[in-house]
């Protein structure tokens, strides 16, 4: 590894073959699936190349390849498990042309659009320093005490005011 971390890249080989199989059974512990250990294993030798130069001539190679490993294996096994499984067919392929689309179904938009106009229409219906509040609160992205210094009022009063705007707000949106 010393002469691979001075930029020797001939030696690449030699440390592959030494470490390659001895991180793949660790990666092959936390991700428990060949595929992803072998992929956690090249991840893990280009973040190696990459931080060669960085290596501690004269330290051992395994407890730094090894660290980098788990926490790559660690990363992929979390990352994956996040991810939704494709459907598959009998065999077991995926059935990637039936993978259920992220667009709003027109029922969807249609109440969307519908909920949007009556939120409009009781916002529109609030006490004006009701309406006011909530347009600088959640309109503009003031603080409460921000609020407070344009409307004249306390932080206490804005709150309140606040409040209530989104309370009967809430009112609308629970009724669709």
Known sequence: ?????????SAFPHVYQDLAPRLFRLALRFARDRALAEDVVQLAFLKMHLA?????????????????????????VRRRRHEAPLPRDAEGRELTDQVPSEEPSGEETALAHELGSALRDRLETLPPLQRETFHLVRGKGLRAEQAAVVLGTTTVA???RFHRALESLREVACAQ
């Open 1 to 9: 590894m010393a002469a691979y971390g001075a930029g020797d890249d």
């Open 52 to 76: 060669r130069d960085r290596f501690q001539h004269g330290s051992d190679v395994l407890p730094w390849a090894k660290t980098i490993t788990r926490r790559l294996a660690i990363d992929e």
């Open 158 to 160: 804005v709150k309140l």
